[in-house]
């Protein structure tokens, strides 16, 4: 069964801070890593990854994939209140069309 | 609209009722799922369509769960004998060819509530 590990589960920061999360997965046929950012319901896409150190890239927020150590991490810089939210690391198989999702970590970002 | 709409937001029922939930997805959009999201946790695959025939159920947890899509657009997940442990965030996300560029685009979520 896939398994996806998200860390740090919830993490509180200050405006401007940098901070990196962290997505680890046990995948029996390897695809993609996505991750998406959920405010409130709704989670909205960010990055898709499928090759090992490319580095994806949005404004602050990067996200690059390592397949040897079967992770990711995901960056967002100079955060601002507007990043609080519950980030969502998901895994695809080769097979098929799910998605298997972590636990997420909730950021919180204050004034 | 243009995006995947849920109805109805939210919905609070008793224990052994039956329910529906109703999802529209974004037009054009042949891939449509449906995922359950408890309270802390991440969205937990249920079932797949592509066009009309669900393609993976595997993530319906019994049979009191069932999902139509009869005319390859809007889809209704309907749950039986409904339990307290069905509580949760019902989630719809449609794309448009089952997840080949990643973007799923996920509608607001019927929150269920059983008594």
């Known amino acids: 069964e896939d398994k996806v590990v998200q860390s740090p589960l919830s993490l509180v920061v200050h405006e401007g801070d940098t901070v990196t999360l962290n997505c680890s997965y046990e995948?029996?046929?390897?695809?993609?890593l996505l991750w998406y950012k959920q405010e409130k319901k709704a989670p909205t896409f960010l990055f898709m990854l499928?090759?090992?150190?490319i580095e994806k890239k949005s404004g602050r927020l990067s996200s690059i994939l390592d397949k040897k150590e079967l992770f990711s991490i995901l960056n967002i810089t100079a955060t601002q209140t507007g990043d609080s939210a519950v980030y969502l690391c998901?895994?695809?198989?080769?097979?098929?069309?799910?998605?298997?999702f972590g636990e997420g970590t909730q950021l919180t970002v204050n004034p | 609209g243009a995006g995947v709409s849920q109805t109805p937001s939210n919905k609070v029922t008793e224990k052994g009722k039956y329910v529906e939930l109703r999802c529209d997805p974004i037009?054009?959009?042949?891939?449509l799922y449906w995922y359950r999201q408890s309270l802390g946790q991440g969205p937990e695959f249920l079932i797949y369509f592509q066009g009309t025939g669900a393609a993976d159920d595997s993530g319906l947890p019994n049979d009191r769960f069932f999902a139509v899509r009869p005319e390859g657009s809007v889809s209704t997940l309907k749950i039986q004998r409904t339990e307290r442990g069905d509580s949760a965030v019902y989630l719809c996300a449609s794309s448009f060819s089952g997840l080949n560029t990643g973007e799923l685009f996920f509608g607001e979520g019927s929150r269920l509530t059983v008594l």
């Open positions: 037009s054009g959009h042949t891939a």
């Open positions: 998901a895994v695809k198989e080769t097979s098929g069309s799910r998605l298997t």
């Open positions: 995948v029996t046929n390897f695809r993609s």
């Open positions: 499928t090759s090992s150190g």
